[in-house]
Every structure is written in C-alpha cells, then in structure tokens.
C-alpha cells in the first residue's frame, strides 16, 4: 500500500523555521522525483520546491527561494523541507508529491500537514 505521510507542521512565529518531513512506503521512493506543494485556503495548490531522485537537482517558487531547502534521503524513503525566515503568507497546508522518474506511472500524493505562520 502506498502511503505518503508528511510532519513537523505547526504554529511558528514571523521568522521562524519548521522542518517537513514526507516518509514514503509501498513504492521504490529512489525512482521518484519528489516535490512540496501547499495550498492556502482559497487558493490555488502552487508547487513549493522539487527534488530530483539524487538529490542533487533541486527547484524552487521565486516566493520561496533563498528561505526553504529540500533534502532526501534515499535510505529512509523520506524528503525534507527546511524552511526559515517564515512569513504569514507562507501559512498554508503542504503536502509531498511523488512523481516517477522513468515511467509514465501514477503519482502519488500525501495527505498534508498544516503550517500557521502567526504571531
């Protein structure tokens, strides 16, 4: 079964930093390119960051460069998102995508974990 759970979301004040964890299971994880969306209330989801399957090649929304880094780790089947100097307008849910790398497969998604970036 294929699951997708991502944590570490939380209240944090302007200026702070929170980590996301999205811990994979059911699917060969080292296969699949992986990416951070978020989605505010009623707003579109954006894509956040993506991460290729090495780790190596990484991308990011303008909004968020220079503040968030996405990380993997291929042997505990888990991507990260460290994000710093933290803005109410980054207050949203986010959630892990996972995308195949070398196929046409499904993609799958996790269910989310809230950020609230309040004082």
């Known amino acids: 079964q294929v699951q997708l759970v991502e944590s570490g979301g939380g209240l944090v004040q302007p200026g702070g930093s929170l980590r996301l964890s999205c811990a994979a299971s059911?699917?060969?994880?080292?296969?699949?390119?992986m990416s951070w969306y978020r989605q505010a209330p009623g707003k579109e989801r954006e894509l956040v960051a993506t991460?290729?399957?090495?780790?190596?090649?990484?991308n990011y929304a303008d909004s968020v460069k220079g503040r968030f880094t996405a990380s993997r780790d291929n042997a505990k089947n888990t991507v990260y998102l460290q994000m710093n100097s933290l803005k109410p307008e980054d207050t949203a849910k986010y959630y892990c995508?996972?995308?195949?790398?070398?196929?046409?497969?499904?993609?799958?998604w996790g269910q989310g974990t809230q950020v609230t970036v309040s004082s």
């Open positions: 059911g699917f060969t994880f080292s296969r699949y390119a």
């Open positions: 991460i290729n399957i090495f780790g190596s090649f990484t």
């Open positions: 995508k996972a995308v195949p790398s070398f196929d046409s497969g499904p993609y799958y």
